[in-house]
């Protein structure tokens, strides 16, 4: 379902905006409307329907990579059969949560954040709009960027030599054509990622004569059930919401306990992954050639592929996979450094995003645009130097929603800090010098070319952005607000004051 484009309805002022319905947009609504009653909110979005990443990417075969017991919301429970879920089963999923609670009416289309500078001596944010009835501006108390952290405009550009030459018809996951037909054709799909994963086994069920996936180097991929066993019983003989939080439950500890594993424990991980791998592909030299990273388990995402249907793909024949580099593109495919030459009708570039922080917008105060490269980022929320400001940011080794839905908690609780003690602003302060660490920390190579510009974490407390859903949820929403933020109180003008006393 495709929400109709309209011109937006937009005040002049509202107390919380909130940029971006997507999935996490869509927690923040129902996060700020339970838990902050006396709040009005928007949620801005720049294109015309809700559920970001789960409406844009319509490539074959786009699905969750986490269980969605832990994807999905913990006020809505996911009642599918499937465990990981199809991208069009999760946006119906996010249309249904935003109907329900009444968050669909609160979110304007084709509303794209283009500024946002904050006044010192206001104590608002003036947010400038690119509308569909053109350019204008709106203030707002409290800016909440749910935007994620990718670009949607722009895919990452690896400048793939002689690209130009393929006379064939090139394609990104990014921009899928909805009239793509690869029905009898030579695909080769460059990448290892998530989306190159998911792309391979779904294209050689479409019909293609066959699919290659090319990769310059492994990513470490495990088998996963499409269906939870355990929860489907559960579901059909408790309550659901209660069979909905065992197992939820149960996947968390899972996870975490697995991340943890593979942390502490690189060799074994290797051995227990290749184990899984012996035993479904029967082939040692495919698992050293191509299943065999030169990094450890979780230093970079780990992969899932559900019902194993990669190497499923891979033992039927209907595709393969070549791990080397590419010399150059010709008329009809790609010649490798080796010597190899992979013939090709379609080239599908699965070759990763970039980052772009608050979906582009780039925050200023007083007019002066704030240098988030030599910011902190305080309980994985809020970020000095920026007054009334929050982001959302998920985990990297578990399900985005875990932290984003802590994310938009934490924020309701620093605005109803703000309204019981009537403060103007607050904005994070940090202790002094603290060892800077990267916001994430994975030697993906999407992460590496843009982490630079983001907001650092610390090393420890509330400057840690911490990869343990567990240790989070037993203190982000127990941390003391007076240690950490300086506010600035509404009668006693507008010179923030840190640490007040509780």
Not at 400 to 414: E, G, I, N, P, Q
Request: hydrophobic letters at 40%.
């Amino acid at each position: 379902m495709t929400i109709p484009a309209a011109a937006p309805f937009l005040p002049d002022h509202v107390s919380v905006v909130v940029v971006g319905a997507g999935l996490s947009g869509i927690g923040a609504g129902y996060r700020l409307q339970t838990e902050c009653p006396d709040r009005d909110y928007l949620i801005l979005e720049s294109r015309e329907a809700m559920g970001g990443t789960w409406d844009l990417f319509r490539y074959p075969g786009i699905r969750s990579d986490s269980d969605m017991y832990t994807l999905g919301y913990p006020f809505k429970p996911w009642t599918d059969r499937q465990s990981i879920a199809d991208g069009g089963s999760i946006l119906d999923y996010i249309q249904e949560t935003a109907a329900e609670f009444g968050i669909d009416e609160k979110i304007r289309y084709g509303v794209q954040v283009t500024g946002a500078d904050y006044s010192t001596a206001d104590a608002r944010w003036t947010l400038s709009l690119r509308t569909p009835t053109g350019e204008r501006t709106i203030t707002c108390d409290f800016v909440y960027s749910c935007a994620g952290y990718y670009d949607y405009e722009q895919p990452h550009d690896p400048e793939l030599v002689g690209l130009d030459d393929f006379g064939g018809q090139v394609v990104h996951p990014q921009f899928w054509p909805e009239d793509l037909d690869v029905a009898g054709k030579k695909v080769v799909v460059i990448g290892s990622g998530a989306t190159a994963v998911t792309l391979v086994p779904s294209l050689a069920a479409l019909g293609t004569e066959h699919v290659t996936m090319l990769q310059r180097t492994p990513s470490w991929i495990a088998a996963v059930p499409a269906q939870d066993k355990l929860a489907n019983t559960l579901m059909s003989k408790l309550p659901e919401k209660l069979a909905y939080r065992i197992v939820r439950s149960k996947n968390i500890a899972f996870s975490i306990g697995f991340y943890q594993f593979c942390q502490t424990r690189p060799a074994a991980a290797r051995k227990l992954l290749h184990a899984q791998l012996r035993k479904i592909l029967g082939d040692q030299k495919m698992i050293d050639e191509h299943f065999t990273p030169p990094y450890d388990p979780w230093d970079q995402r780990l992969c899932a592929v559900p019902s194993a249907d990669l190497f499923k793909a891979l033992k039927k024949g209907s595709a393969s996979i070549v791990t080397d580099h590419i010399d150059t593109f010709t008329e009809t495919g790609v010649d490798l450094v080796s010597g190899e030459s992979i013939e090709a009708d379609i080239v599908v570039t699965a070759t990763g995003l970039k980052l772009k922080m608050f979906g582009g917008m780039a925050p200023s105060v007083d007019g002066e645009e704030v240098d988030l490269s030599e910011q902190f980022i305080w309980n994985g929320a809020m970020i000095t130097g920026v007054p009334n400001f929050a982001v959302c940011i998920g985990y990297t080794n578990a399900s985005w929603t875990l932290r984003a839905d802590l994310t938009s908690r934490l924020v309701a609780k620093v605005l109803n800090f703000m309204s019981d003690r009537d403060y103007a602003a607050v904005v994070p302060e940090t202790d002094g010098d603290m060892e800077e660490r990267p916001l994430l920390e994975l030697s993906s190579g999407y992460v590496q070319r843009s982490i630079g510009a983001f907001p650092k974490q610390g090393d420890s407390g509330p400057w840690q952005v911490r990869q343990n859903y567990i240790l989070d949820a037993a203190t982000t929403m127990r941390t003391d607000l007076t240690e950490h933020l300086a506010a600035t109180p509404r009668s006693t003008g507008r010179q923030p004051q840190a640490r007040q006393a509780s």
